[in-house]
């Protein structure tokens, strides 16, 4: 690992001007993609701004329908919280699947939102949700957020404080994880709203995505036999050790079914 | 940059470079070898401690995370205060054979304890799940899935811990 200055903000202001100060650092959140990256010398940055110290980004509330995730919260204490296990139990089923416990215990929403991975969870649960994305600028729809392969719409001295979620009527997520990092070969949410209904992939592709066809059958009837016979076009999709694209296409309609067995049981 | 936490019940202040790691920290500056490292991509476990009561990766945690906490490490394990006792837990794994090469077991054995504290009767299975973040090459898991839980019901019996 090189070495970096460490900052350690208790203002957000503060943290986003030292992000802007120096162009070559980056935030630190739990440190569970970055420290492992800066072992490997995959990035070098030149100083890190420890998000750890920021007052009210974290914990998770509730108001108008909407949860509130700060964007410090752990993995486990969303897979814990009575408050999300009440109003979006699928979300906290999803943050309950994420890696392991030790990785639960230091990896946070904002972190695994900002980085984007094509493999990670939460991309789902936000695109799936509808989600909003509060950062030190702006807010940002889901739908505007994600630009696949950890590109994502953040500026550099960007920070993401928390992410509102809408609660659904009804909700749930089906991932087939890859045995050693229990990443998602394909994860899908598929939530049941006011105003229709959204399915959203995670894993399958170079990044989050959502399935209109599934969306249109779900909407008229939402049972898993609705989308049995949508087969997803694997084309464009990813081929690796874990999984072919053909494989991945297939994995979709599987994993769709399920979510839809775990939303109903949940309703 | 100078930073001060509470080491296996001990407060320490040290001055260390901000791109240290806390397994370095433990293993080369303060002679504390019982953390193990066997991955560089956060994946084995070996390295599993307790920052303010929560099992997380040495490997993986920056040392300036430690500042205002409280780290304990398989040195930290004891029986009875004061006492040259094995923690239960660890009492557990020699009872149940829970290891052969020992190199995983440290961290096993902390991660195991974390679980413990969670929750007081573990099924096979809540187990299983929990040691997901641990790899064994030798064992094959059946003994330590044992050792863990007769560990659990030894803490919660006995009364004992760190
Ligand atoms: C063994 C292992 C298994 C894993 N398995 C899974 C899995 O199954 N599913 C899954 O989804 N993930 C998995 N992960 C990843 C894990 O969820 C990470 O916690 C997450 O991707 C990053 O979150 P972090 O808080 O650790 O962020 P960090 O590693 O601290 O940061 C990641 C990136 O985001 C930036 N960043 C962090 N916070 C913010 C913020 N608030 N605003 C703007 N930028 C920010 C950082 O600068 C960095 O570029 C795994 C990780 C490991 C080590
Ligand atoms: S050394 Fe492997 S997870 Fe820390
Ligand atoms: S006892 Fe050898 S790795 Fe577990």
């Known amino acids: 690992m090189r070495s970096f200055a460490y900052h350690q903000p208790n203002a957000i202001p ?31 940055p030149a100083a890190l701004v420890d998000l750890a110290g920021l007052p009210d980004i974290k914990g998770c509330s509730n108001g108008n329908a909407v949860v509130t995730i700060g964007a410090m919260t752990t993995h486990a204490e969303v897979a814990s919280s009575p408050l999300v296990k ?22 946070t929403i904002g972190g695994s939102v ?26 940002i729809a889901a739908e505007n957020f994600f630009f696949g392969l950890f590109e994502t719409a953040l500026k550099p001295n960007e920070i993401i404080t ?9 909700a749930g997520y089906a991932k087939f994880k890859a045995p050693a990092s229990r990443y998602a070969v394909v994860g899908v949410f598929v939530a049941k709203t006011a105003t229709g209904v959204r399915v959203a992939v995670t894993g399958a592709g170079s990044g989050v995505f959502r399935v209109p066809q599934m969306e249109r059958a779900l909407a008229e009837a939402f049972d898993p036999t609705a989308i049995a016979a949508i087969k997803i076009d694997a084309e464009g999709l990813t081929s690796d050790i874990h999984a072919d694209a053909g494989y991945r296409a297939h994995l979709v309609t599987v994993m769709a079914k399920r979510a839809v067995a775990t939303a109903l049981g949940a309703a | 940059m100078q930073i001060s936490f509470t080491l296996n019940a ?46 997380v990766k040495s490997c993986t945690l920056l040392a ?99």
């Open chain 2, 64 to 162: 300036p995370a430690l500042q205002g906490k409280s780290l304990v490490t398989i040195e930290g394990l004891q029986g009875a205060p004061g006492s040259n006792q094995l923690h239960p837990m660890q009492e557990a794994f020699r009872q149940h054979h829970g290891l052969q090469c020992g190199f995983c077991t440290p961290g096993m054995v902390m991660s195991a304890i974390a679980l413990a504290h969670a929750k007081a009767a573990l099924t096979e299975a809540e187990v299983r799940r929990g040691l997901e973040g641990n790899i064994c090459r030798c064992t094959g898991y059946q003994n330590i899935v044992l050792a863990v839980m007769a560990g659990t019901a030894a803490m919660h019996g006995a009364g004992s811990g760190e």
């Open chain 1, 162 to 170: 928390a992410i509102r979620f809408p609660v659904p009527l009804s």
């Open chain 2, 10 to 55: 001990k407060p320490v202040t040290l001055d260390v470079e901000p791109a240290t790691l806390v397994t370095e920290l433990l293993r080369e500056h303060l002679n504390l070898t019982g953390t193990h490292i066997g991955c560089d991509t956060s994946q084995c476990g070996a390295c599993v401690v307790h920052l303010d009561g929560l099992a």
């Open chain 1, 14 to 44: 503060e943290a986003v001007s030292l992000l802007a100060e120096q162009p070559e650092s980056r935030p630190l959140a739990g440190g569970m993609t970055l420290i492992p990256t800066l072992k490997q010398r995959l990035a070098a």
């Open chain 1, 114 to 139: 900002a980085n984007n991975d094509p493999a990670a969870d939460y991309p789902a649960g936000v695109l799936g949700l509808g989600a909003t994305i509060v950062t030190s600028a702006r807010e």
């Open chain 1, 86 to 107: 009440s109003q979006i139990p699928a979300l906290a089923a999803l943050a309950s699947v994420i890696g392991d416990p030790a990785v639960r215990d230091r990896g």
